[in-house]
């Protein structure tokens, strides 16, 4: 297990249960990682994103000093957002990196990329810019926000999770909205918590777990007709 700190990253060894700093990345600023079994994707606060191969222990770097938000794989591809609102791929089969142009429209911080199990739709949340949805079939992006959708309250948006093909993204200050379809719903969080400001959502084994802020970590059972 990789864990990224504000001052480096670390490797947690589940065999043994040791903890292991990497003296390479020491006060580096770390904001995600990926790991594919053979290299270990590092995205951080001014160095880029760095690629340390996991069999040679040497590391390489690509879009050196940028300030990487999030990252996400998407079918071939490495998508690396940075905080001056522009998104990149990086193709890990022949090492070749673009921007991409499909969201040049977006002027917001990407907090999170999401896709769903087909790899046919991409949902982004932002800071300050709404929902962004790509859907890969039609090439055709569509963008969810106070202006043109009365639901939402703010364009503030930190995460988002998917199952079953429906994307759930968590505001600042209202809560959950669910992308069925490509059709937006508040979503109820629970009777008994306010659940509007979300920082993360992860669906696993059945449930989302919601953390808030303010009211700790949120469960919640999910059902499907």
């Not at 959708?149 to 429906?166: G, H, L, R, S, V």
Request: hydrophobic share 35%; glycine share 6%.
């Amino acid at each position: 297990m990789w864990i990224g700190t504000n001052n480096g990253i670390a490797k947690l060894s589940k065999r043994d249960d040791t903890f292991t700093v990497i003296p390479t990345f020491e006060n580096m600023r770390i904001t995600d990682i990926y790991s594919d079994n053979v290299n270990v994707y590092i995205g951080t606060l001014g160095n880029g994103c760095i690629i340390y191969n996991l069999e040679s222990e040497k590391y390489s770097q690509i879009l050196d000093n940028a300030n990487i938000s999030t990252m996400r794989k998407f079918q071939n591809k490495l998508l690396m957002a940075t905080y001056n609102a522009k998104l990149y791929s990086f193709n890990m089969t022949d090492k070749t990196l673009k921007e991409e142009s499909f969201l040049k429209k977006n002027r917001s911080v990407i907090k999170e990329i999401q896709t769903n199990a087909n790899e046919d739709a991409l949902c982004f949340a932002t800071y300050g810019g709404g929902i962004f949805l790509y859907n890969n079939k039609t090439k055709k992006l569509k963008n969810y926000n106070q202006k043109n959708c009365p639901e939402i309250k703010n364009d503030y948006f930190m995460t988002t999770a998917e199952n079953e093909n429906i994307f759930y993204c968590g505001s600042l200050g209202n809560g959950i909205y669910s992308l069925d379809n490509e059709e937006l719903h508040k979503f109820p969080v629970s009777d008994f918590y306010i659940g509007n400001d979300i920082q993360k959502i992860l669906y696993h084994c059945g449930y989302l777990f919601i953390a808030t802020l303010g009211e700790g970590v949120l469960i919640k059972k999910m059902t499907y007709n």
